[in-house]
């Protein structure tokens, strides 16, 4: 298990404790994770359950047998892939903004993987703006060995090529929010976060 599933679980554990005490209210849930109130927490528990999710989303995607599966659901995988970490980005943030955790953000903000995403699986007919509008095609072959890559024929500089190993992406964009997760563990329990993970 990872520091950021170990983190989420043992906030979400603990969460789910106090909500099912009779002794405590909803006062007693804002405080735990430092927050003024309902609002500030619901976006907080939403974030959470997001990241759970889309934790069990890459969990999927890394045991798939690409070799044996069809295209169609080969672009069910990537593009899932892709997008679920943009989500992930997308509660990250929201936690961080709600928890007043500012350091560690910006290679969250500027995750190549999500980069990725918004070519080939969010604005791929119509990534940039204006005259730098253009169109990505993502390869289906590339897919079966673990690649996203493809090419845009109609940028302004020309033929423009993208390609990573998926995997690597992945790898990378899970370490970058590893040190932030680290950082929201020790908002929530300060010096405990290690007995509780």
Not at 104 to 125: Q, Y
């Amino acid at each position: 298990m990872s520091k950021i599933d170990k983190v989420i679980q043992a906030i979400r554990s603990d969460l789910s404790g106090i909500a099912t005490d009779h002794d405590k209210g909803d006062s007693d849930l804002y405080r735990f994770v430092g927050v003024e109130n309902s609002r500030s927490y619901n976006f907080v528990l939403d974030a959470f359950y997001l990241l759970e999710d889309t934790q069990l989303a890459k969990a999927s995607f890394r045991n798939a047998d690409f070799q044996n599966i069809d295209f169609g659901t080969l672009y069910l995988l990537y593009y899932g892939l892709l997008n679920a970490c943009y989500m992930q980005q997308q509660a990250i943030l929201v936690l961080c903004r709600e928890l007043g955790v500012t350091d560690g953000l910006e290679p969250i903000k500027t995750a190549e993987i999500v980069s990725f995403r918004n070519s080939f699986s969010a604005h791929s007919p119509n990534r940039g703006r204006g005259d730098d509008q253009h169109s990505f095609i993502l390869d289906r072959h590339a897919m079966r060995i673990g690649r996203v890559e493809g090419y845009s024929s109609n940028h302004a500089s020309g033929h423009f090529y993208l390609q990573a190993n998926i995997f690597q992406l992945l790898n990378d964009w899970d370490e970058s929010h590893e040190e932030v997760f680290e950082l929201i563990g020790k908002r929530v329990y300060g010096d405990q976060l290690c007995q509780k993970i």
